[in-house]
T-cell receptor
Framework: KNQVEQSPQSLIILEGKNCTLQCNYTVSPFSNLRWYKQDTGRGPVSLTIMTFSENTKSNGRYTATLDADTKQSSLHITASQLSDSASYICVVSEEGDSSYKLIFGSGTRLLVRP | EAGVTQFPSHSVIEKGQTVTLRCDPISGHDNLYWYRRVMGKEIKFLLHFVKESKQDESGMPNNRFLAERTGGTYSTLKVQPAELEDSGVYFC??????????????FGQGTRLTVV
């Protein structure tokens, strides 16, 4: 069964600190992996999309890494801000005819405190 | 460019009633998707339209759910009759091409449905 597992479930950090969120997946064959940010009451917004050939991708203070061999990804947030408080969701797509079906993890809830 | 918009943002209905959710995709996006998150679970795929055609409705939970996209523009998702387990947040997303590889999917803010 295709699954996406995220850790930790929740995280509290102080403003200005860095943090790293983890994602493990069993989706195969693998097409791409996305990280989304979801603010409370809003829809998910894409941060990065990576294919199997990409090891790292950055979007401002967000840096995602991907190891397609071990089926692991991480999202690193640098110099956190209060506005980074949100859920961060790892999403994976299968290769092939079902590639349009996004397979979601349950997310990591991040709270950044002053 | 307007984003994906969903109506209503919240809906509270009694068990057995009917509810219709609406999604307006980004103009020019042929691909439209419905997803939902029920309490404590991850977001899951419901179905996929290309223009007005249903390409895949394998994620629809049962025949109480009916999705339409007449004219290939906005889409509706009707639940009739609603049951308690239908409570959750229903998301709509759209994309210019089929989501996959590097194609971006844009999500609406969701409709929170509560069945009491």
């Amino acid at each position: 069964k295709n699954q996406v597992e995220q850790s930790p479930q929740s995280l509290i950090i102080l403003e200005g600190k860095n943090c790293t969120l983890q994602c493990n997946y069993t989706v195969s064959p693998f097409s791409n992996l996305r990280w989304y940010k979801q603010d409370t009451g809003r829809g998910p917004v894409s941060l990065t999309i990576m294919t199997f050939s990409e090891n790292t991708k950055s979007n401002g203070r967000y840096t995602a890494t991907l190891d397609a061999d071990t089926k692991q990804s991480s999202l690193h947030i640098t110099a956190s801000q209060l506005s980074d408080s949100a859920s961060y969701i790892c999403v994976v797509s299968e290769e092939g005819d079902s590639s349009y079906k996004l397979i979601f993890g349950s997310g990591t809830r991040l709270l950044v405190r002053p | 460019e307007a984003g994906v918009t969903q109506f209503p943002s919240h809906s509270v209905i009694e068990k057995g009633q009917t509810v219709t959710l609406r999604c307006d995709p980004i103009s020019g996006h042929d691909n439209l998707y419905w997803y939902r998150r029920v309490m404590g679970k991850e977001i899951k795929f419901l179905l996929h339209f290309v223009k007005e055609s249903k390409q895949d409705e394998s994620g629809m939970p049962n025949n109480r759910f009916l999705a339409e996209r007449t004219g290939g523009t906005y889409s509706t998702l009707k639940v009739q009759p609603a049951e308690l387990e239908d409570s959750g947040v229903y998301f709509c997303a759209s994309s210019r091409g089929r989501t996959g590889w590097n194609t971006e999917a844009f999500f609406g803010q969701g409709t929170r449905l509560t069945v009491v």
